[in-house]
C-alpha cells in the first residue's frame, strides 16, 4: 500500500504550507529520511524528510503550490510495487496529478491495493476520526469539529483528544490560578432504603464517593447509606482547609445537619481518621465504628503515592499510581483508571487536592495523631487494613488498644472496599450486628436528643 | 508457564516439539488402550517428520497401523474407527494432502454427530504437518487451517511451543468430537519444557504471551515466535506490544483478544495462510463486531501469505510469509500512528 506524503503542520499556527521545492523527481527512488521537499510558511522555511522508502508518484503540489495541512501531496510506493491509478483531483490540491506508469495496470494484484483516489473521496463535512477519538470527544462531550488531527489525512486519533482536553484544561487552570474558595456544606449522597441505623461512609484521600461502589452491593440492605464527600473531593465545595482539625470540623458541621439519631461510621484512610475524630466528638451518635486502613495511628505515610494521585492530569500519568494503591495491579483496568481520570478531570480539584496533601501530610509525614481518641473511645470498633498496602503499613494498627478488634487481609493493598469488597462487608456487617445486639437501634427522644 | 494442569506431572524436561507429540501419544496410548495412531509411514519409518518414532516398537502394529497412500482411504477408516468408540489419531504426511480427504473429514467426520441427532459422536484427531519455510514448494508447504476453521463441526488448533503441542494433543484425544491438529513443519525441532505425563492445554483458550500497552499482535504457529521476537526489538524502542498466541482458531478465544484490543487500542493479526478471507479476517471482523471496536485507534493490520502458491526457491519462498522485519515494521507504523 502506497504510503502518502502529506503537508506537515511545523507551527501551532499555521494551516496551510507552500511547497518550495521538491529534492526528488515523479518516478525517482527516496529512502526513509531523505530530504523530500521544502516548505515554505508565513514564518519559516524547513526541509521535509520522506516518510518511506520507494519510488515518489503522484506528485500533486508542484514547487510554488500552496495546500492545506494533511494534505496528501505525493504517494511513495514500495519498490516493484504496482502504481495505481493517480487519485483523483481534490479541492486542497492546487496542481493537477501526473500520471503513473500504463503498464502497470495488467498486474494482476493491482486490484487489491486500495487506491488513493479512494481515500480522498470522503466529504469535508465529515470528520476522520477513530473510533477510540469518537468515544472519548462522546465521553468528554466534545464535538469532533473543534479537535486537530495529527494522522494520516488530518485524522483524529485518541491521542488528540487528549492533547485537546489537556489544553483546555491548562487554560483552565490559568484562569482560575490553581483554586477558588468555595463556602457550603458538604455533600451527603443517600443510598439504599433499609430502616436501621444508616451506615455513614467517609472516604479517603483524593477519592469521592463513588469509590464505594463496589462495596455498597455487599452491605446490609436494612441500613441506608450516606455517602459524605470531602471538601474538594467529588461534588463538595473546594472549602480552605488549614488543619486536620479543621477538616474534622467540617465533617462534624455536615454530620450535625444530618440530624441522624445515629449512625454506623465506616471510613477509609483520610476518611477513617476523620470518622474517629467524628466518633471522638459525638461518641454517643456513633452506633459503630469501622476503619479501613486509617491514618491518624502513626506517622508514617507514602506521600510520594498520595502527591503522585494528586498531581497525574491524564490517564498515563495517573495510572501507575493508582497501581500502587492496590496489591494486584491488574485490577486497575483501563476503564478503571479512565473513569479515576473523569474524576479528576477538573484541575482545580487537582489544585485543591494537591495543597490538601501538603497540608495534612507534609513530608510524608502525618501531622494528626488519633490514638488518644482511639483509647478513649467506647463503641464497638475494630480495624480492617491490607498487609500488602504501601500508602499507610499496617502495623500501625498493632498500636490500638485491645478492645479494638483486628483484621488483617493477606494480598490487599489501600483499598480493600475495592479490592476485596465480598470479604470486607461480612467484617462491616458483623459489627453493625453486633453493636446493635448490644444497645438497640438508636432513636431521638421527644427533643430531639439521642438517648 | 503458567497454563493449567489437570494432574500434577512429575517433571518438565526439555523436549522438541515433536517428542512433545510423540511423549504426548504415548501418555495416551498408556492411559487407554482405545486409542490409536494411523496413517502413511507412521510405523517402522517412524513418520514423515519422525514424529511416531519408536512407537509402533513400544505398542505393536495393532496400535501403530501403516495406512495405504490413500488420505481418503485412511481418513475414512480412521472415521469409522472413531464411530465403533476407538480414539484414532490420524497423520497426515504434510497437511496438503489432506485435500484428497475432504469428504471424508468435511462431509463425514464433522456433520455425523448433527445428521444422526446427536446419536453418535466421531472422537477423532487429525494431525497436520503444515506450513513453508522447509524448501518443498507449493504442494508440500501450505497453511489450510483456516479451510479447517470454516466447517462447523471441526476444531481446529495450532500449538506454537512443545508444551501446547502435548496438552493440545491430550485435550483433543479427550474431546468428543472430531479435532484438527496444525502442527507447523519449522517447529517440530525447536525445544521447550514439557512436563512428564498427562496434562491438557484447554481447547479454545488463546495465550497471552507477552504483556504491553501499545499494539496486540495476534499469531499463530510459527508467527508467535516472530511476534514475540518482533516485539522485544519494539520494546527497545519504547514500544509495548502484547503478543497473545491463539492456540485453537476454532472455536476463537473472543474475549482474550477483544479485551486485549480495548487496552491496547491497536491490533495486528499475524498468520501464514493466504491473507485473503483467513485467520485475520476472522480476527479483524470479530473485533470490529464486539465491544472493543469503540476503543480502536488505528486500522487492523492483517500480515498473512502472498496470494500465491508457495514458491521453491528459498528467498521468494520466504518473501510469500511474514517474517519478523515485516512485523516490526508494520508495528512501527501503526503504533507511531501512520497507518
Keep these: ?451 | 508457564m503458567s497454563m493449567p494442569l489437570r494432574e500434577t506431572p512429575t517433571e518438565v524436561r526439555e523436549l522438541s516439539y515433536a517428542e512433545a507429540i510423540r511423549d504426548g501419544l504415548a501418555v495416551a496410548m498408556e492411559r487407554d488402550e482405545r486409542v490409536i495412531l494411523m496413517g502413511e509411514d507412521i510405523g517402522v519409518y517412524g513418520g514423515a517428520f519422525q514424529v511416531s518414532g519408536d512407537l509402533v516398537q513400544r505398542f505393536g502394529e495393532d496400535r501403530v497401523v501403516d495406512t495405504p497412500i490413500s488420505e481418503l482411504g485412511g481418513a475414512g477408516i480412521a472415521v469409522g474407527a472413531a464411530l465403533t468408540g476407538l480414539r484414532p489419531v490420524y497423520e497426515f504426511q504434510f497437511s496438503d494432502f489432506a485435500t484428497l480427504a475432504m469428504e471424508q473429514i468435511v462431509n463425514q467426520a464433522a456433520k455425523l454427530r448433527f445428521m444422526l441427532g446427536g446419536a453418535v459422536s466421531v472422537p477423532l484427531v487429525m494431525r497436520f504437518p503444515a506450513g513453508s519455510g522447509t524448501g518443498a514448494a507449493a504442494q508440500h508447504s501450505q497453511s489450510l487451517e483456516a479451510w479447517f476453521g470454516h466447517v462447523p463441526g471441526l476444531k481446529v488448533c495450532q500449538a506454537a511451543t512443545p508444551y501446547d503441542a502435548k496438552g493440545l494433543l491430550l485435550a483433543a484425544l479427550e474431546d468428543p468430537d472430531p479435532v484438527m491438529l496444525f502442527e507447523h513443519k519449522l517447529l517440530y525441532k525447536t525445544k521447550g519444557p514439557v512436563p512428564e505425563g498427562h496434562y491438557t492445554v484447554p481447547i479454545g483458550q488463546a495465550h497471552l504471551c507477552r504483556r504491553g500497552g501499545d499494539v496486540t499482535i495476534v499469531a499463530t504457529a510459527v508467527m508467535v515466535h516472530r511476534a514475540l521476537a518482533a516485539a522485544d526489538k519494539l520494546a527497545e524502542e519504547g514500544i509495548e506490544a502484547e503478543v497473545i498466541d491463539l492456540r485453537t482458531i476454532r472455536p476463537l478465544d473472543r474475549k482474550t483478544v477483544v479485551e486485549s484490543v480495548a487496552k491496547t487500542s491497536r491490533l495486528m493479526v499475524v498468520y501464514e495462510g493466504v491473507k485473503t478471507l483467513g485467520i485475520g479476517a476472522e480476527v479483524s471482523a470479530m473485533i470490529a463486531e464486539s465491544e472493543a471496536f469503540d476503543y480502536l485507534d488505528a486500522p487492523i493490520v492483517r500480515l498473512g501469505g502472498a496470494e500465491a502458491p508457495i514458491p521453491y526457491n528459498p528467498d521468494l519462498e520466504k518473501a510469500a510469509v511474514p517474517q519478523e522485519p515485516d512485523i516490526l515494521e508494520a508495528a512501527r507504523s501503526l503504533v507511531r500512528g501512520r497507518l
Aim: negative net charge.
Design chain 1, 1 to 451: 500500500m502506497p504510503v502518502e506524503v502529506i503537508m506537515p503542520k511545523v507551527d501551532m499556527d499555521m494551516t496551510r504550507g507552500r511547497v518550495a521545492a521538491w529534492h526528488v523527481e515523479e518516478g525517482a527512488a527516496v529512502a526513509t529520511g531523505d530530504p523530500l521537499f521544502d516548505i515554505e510558511t508565513d514564518k519559516a522555511a524547513m526541509e521535509v524528510e520522506s516518510p518511506a522508502s520507494g519510488r515518489l508518484h503522484h506528485i500533486r503540489a508542484a514547487a510554488g503550490a500552496e495546500v492545506a495541512i494533511g494534505t496528501a501531496i505525493a504517494w511513495i510506493y514500495a519498490e516493484g510495487e504496482a502504481v495505481c491509478d493517480p487519485p483523483a483531483a481534490d479541492t486542497a490540491a492546487t496542481v493537477p496529478a501526473q500520471i503513473g506508469s500504463p503498464e502497470d495496470t495488467a498486474e494482476p494484484m493491482a486490484a487489491q491495493h486500495p487506491r488513493p483516489s479512494d481515500a480522498l473521496s470522503s466529504s469535508v463535512e465529515k470528520a476522520r476520526a477513530t473510533p477510540q477519538a469518537r468515544r472519548l470527544a462522546r465521553e468528554s462531550g466534545l464535538t469532533l469539529n473543534v479537535i486537530e488531527g495529527s494522522g494520516p489525512r488530518g485524522r483524529i486519533g485518541g491521542a488528540d483528544v487528549e492533547a485537546h482536553l489537556l489544553r483546555n484544561e491548562g487554560a483552565a487552570a490559568e484562569t482560575t490560578q490553581g483554586w477558588q474558595a468555595e463556602a457550603g456544606s458538604l455533600v451527603v449522597h443517600r443510598a439504599g432504603s433499609g430502616k436501621r441505623t444508616p451506615i455513614l461512609l467517609i472516604h479517603g484521600f483524593a477519592a469521592d464517593a463513588d469509590g464505594w461502589q463496589k462495596l455498597e452491593p455487599y452491605l446490609a440492605p436494612d441500613h441506608p447509606r450516606l455517602k459524605l464527600e470531602l471538601p474538594g473531593h467529588g461534588r463538595s465545595p473546594k472549602r480552605p482547609v488549614e488543619s486536620f482539625r479543621g477538616l474534622a470540623r467540617m465533617v462534624v458541621e455536615a454530620f450535625d445537619r444530618e440530624d441522624l439519631p445515629g449512625a454506623h461510621l465506616v471510613g477509609h484512610s483520610l476518611g477513617g481518621a476523620l470518622a474517629l475524630a467524628l466518633a471522638d466528638v459525638r461518641p454517643k451518635r456513633i452506633a459503630s465504628l469501622s476503619l479501613l486502613a486509617p491514618a491518624g495511628l502513626g506517622p508514617e505515610i507514602d506521600g510520594r503515592i498520595l502527591s503522585g494521585v494528586a498531581r497525574a492530569g491524564r490517564k498515563d500519568s495517573l495510572a501507575p499510581w493508582l497501581r500502587e494503591l492496590v496489591h494486584n495491579g491488574t485490577l486497575i483496568s483501563g476503564d478503571y483508571v479512565a473513569a479515576a481520570m473523569r474524576a479528576r478531570q477538573d484541575p482545580a480539584l487537582r489544585a485543591y487536592q494537591r495543597d490538601l496533601a501538603e497540608t495534612l501530610f507534609p513530608d510524608s509525614t502525618q501531622s494528626v495523631d488519633l490514638l488518644a481518641a482511639l483509647e478513649r473511645l467506647q463503641v464497638p470498633t475494630q480495624i480492617v487494613w491490607g498487609r500488602a498496602d504501601r500508602v499507610v503499613p499496617w502495623k500501625q494498627a498493632l498500636r490500638a488498644p485491645g478492645r479494638v478488634a483486628l483484621h488483617l487481609l493477606r494480598e490487599v493493598g489501600h483499598l480493600p472496599q475495592i479490592e476485596t469488597p465480598e470479604d470486607l462487608a461480612p467484617l462491616l456487617n458483623n459489627l453493625i450486628r453486633l453493636a446493635e445486639l448490644d444497645r438497640p437501634p438508636m432513636t431521638l427522644d421527644a427533643k430531639g436528643v439521642a438517648l
